[in-house]
T-cell receptor
Framework: QKEVEQNSGPLSVPEGAIASLNCTYSDRGSQSFFWYRQYSGKSPELIMSIYSNGDKEDGRFTAQLNKASQYVSLLIRDSQPSDSATYLCAVYSSASKIIFGSGTRLSIRP | DGGITQSPKYLFRKEGQNVTLSCEQNLNHDAMYWYRQDPGQGLRLIYYSQIVNDFQKGDIAEGYSVSREKKESFPLTVTSAQKNPTAFYLC????????????FGSGTRLTVV
């Protein structure tokens, strides 16, 4: 079992719809959770951090955390073509290091 | 502006050659990391350093070497022992060992010619 699992996609979503990206993790002692966006040929950019159960909203982005189910998600409302990228889920584990998922490729179709 | 600078952006290596990738940060972060990313793949940890003059191997350290003589600098050498070095190399840094996430540099794309 991978430590941080994501569906590789591609996930295709029409422009203006909600994109939902999911991630599960194996280490119950994990403390912090992150979503990075990576455009093709570029480096990852941190877009959301979440540290406690529940929802955290920032503009069109909402991160959701459920520690009991070991599940993190990212919702993107009003999806735009500029949201087309690979989204990496990352977890700060009990071993004091960040573990990255392999990423979900998101494509927003006009 | 604070950030991480990686250079060069593109690097070409001949067979049997060692090359060094530069990573400098002015964020006053204690920890620094090197990752490798192959096309369509996730990030794989090569080496990391949580304090000056100390570093640890990551998951794929064979064929690579690092040094951490200054807090701001964490260069990566790709040696001739690395048989498949063509990849995108990413340097990152963090405070508090990553509890608040990593900041990445813009990357170096290495190609063997």
């Amino acid at each position: 079992q991978k430590e941080v699992e994501q569906n590789s996609g591609p996930l295709s979503v029409p422009e203006g719809a909600i994109a939902s990206l999911n991630c599960t993790y194996s280490d119950r002692g994990s403390q912090s959770f992150f979503w990075y966006r990576q455009y093709s040929g570029k480096s990852p950019e941190l877009i959301m951090s979440i540290y406690s159960n529940g929802d955290k909203e920032d503009g069109r982005f909402t991160a959701q955390l459920n520690k009991a189910s070991q599940y993190v998600s990212l919702l993107i409302r009003d999806s735009q073509p500029s949201d087309s990228a690979t989204y990496l889920c990352a977890v700060y584990s009990s071993a004091s290091k960040i573990i990255f998922g392999s990423g979900t490729r998101l494509s927003i179709r006009p | 502006d604070g950030g991480i600078t990686q250079s060069p952006k593109y690097l070409f290596r001949k067979e049997g050659q060692n090359v060094t990738l530069s990573c400098e940060q002015n964020l006053n972060h204690d920890a620094m990391y090197w990752y490798r990313q192959d096309p369509g793949q996730g990030l794989r940890l090569i080496y990391y350093s949580q304090i000056v003059n100390d570093f640890q191997k990551g998951d794929i350290a064979e064929g690579y070497s690092v040094s951490r003589e200054k807090k701001e600098s964490f260069p990566l050498t790709v040696t001739s022992a690395q048989k498949n070095p063509t990849a995108f190399y990413l340097c990152a840094s963090s405070t508090d060992r990553g509890n608040y996430g990593y900041t990445f540099g813009s990357g170096t794309r290495l190609t063997v010619v």
